[in-house]
């Protein structure tokens, strides 16, 4: 990534509503800086209640993995909030997950975005679904970003950072970051037919902290 990127957001994610929505893009890079790369965008969905560090954590691991590793330059990065209508035992209402998330952000990064589309929305969204909606507002609203020439435009191509959906697999990918306590080959055994599209990313300090542990130790409280 590079350190050209703009500042806070001209509209708080969490002052959205379904009808004041504007996609965020302020820290979208808006030029390549690599010809030979293929412009990329990470999207991290999930409850997020609350955030950690590992999900933050997460999109840096894949940052680095997508430099070394393939032939993808991260162009930005995107948390998704999943809507209260996920219906999820424990779930802080969607604003105030939006709101953690943003703080994060802002605060630990130059380059990540919170997109608050899908966790507004009254009805359960499918990844997948939330995938085409980052497709459609890059490559097509925006048209993609710069060439590093600066004389065309291209198109981004959007990965979902986690989780494994036979949809998704198919038409974007994932980078799948290594979590502790679980087997990734028997995770993937049954996932072989797209595994030219799976990027795993090992974790070479263990971080075990999950939204989940968090919200049981706070009951105990």
């Not at 800086?33 to 999930?46: K, N």
């Not at 999109?59 to 930005?76: C, K, L, P, S």
């Not at 198109?155 to 980078?175: E, Q, R, S, T, W």
Request: with cysteine.
């Amino acid at each position: 990534m590079t350190s050209e990127v703009a500042g806070p957001a001209p509209q708080a994610a969490s002052a959205m509503t379904l009808d004041n929505y504007r996609f965020p893009a302020h820290r979208l890079q808006q030029r390549q800086t690599d010809p030979d790369r293929i412009p990329l965008v990470l999207v991290a969905c999930g409850s997020f209640s609350p955030i950690t560090y590992l999900h933050l954590r997460m999109f840096e691991m894949a940052n680095d993995y997508a430099r070394i590793n393939t032939q993808y330059e991260v162009v930005g990065g995107y948390l998704s909030p999943v809507s209260d209508a996920y219906k999820k035992a424990g779930l802080a209402e969607s604003r105030h997950r939006v709101r953690m998330c943003e703080v994060a952000a802002e605060e630990t990064s130059s380059w990540l975005m919170v997109d608050p589309w899908e966790a507004i929305q009254p009805d359960y969204m499918p990844t997948a679904k939330v995938l085409d909606h980052f497709e459609y507002e890059i490559n097509h609203v925006l048209n993609g970003i710069l060439s590093a020439d600066g004389q065309s435009r291209r198109p981004v191509k959007i990965m979902l950072l986690a989780g494994a959906d036979l949809i998704i697999l198919g038409n974007f990918g994932a980078m799948i970051v290594e979590r502790s306590g679980t087997d990734i080959d028997e995770a993937l055994a049954n996932l072989k037919q797209w595994e030219h599209n799976i990027h795993v990313i090992t974790q070479m300090i263990q971080n075990n902290v999950s939204s989940t542990k968090i919200r049981l130790f706070l009951k105990r409280e």
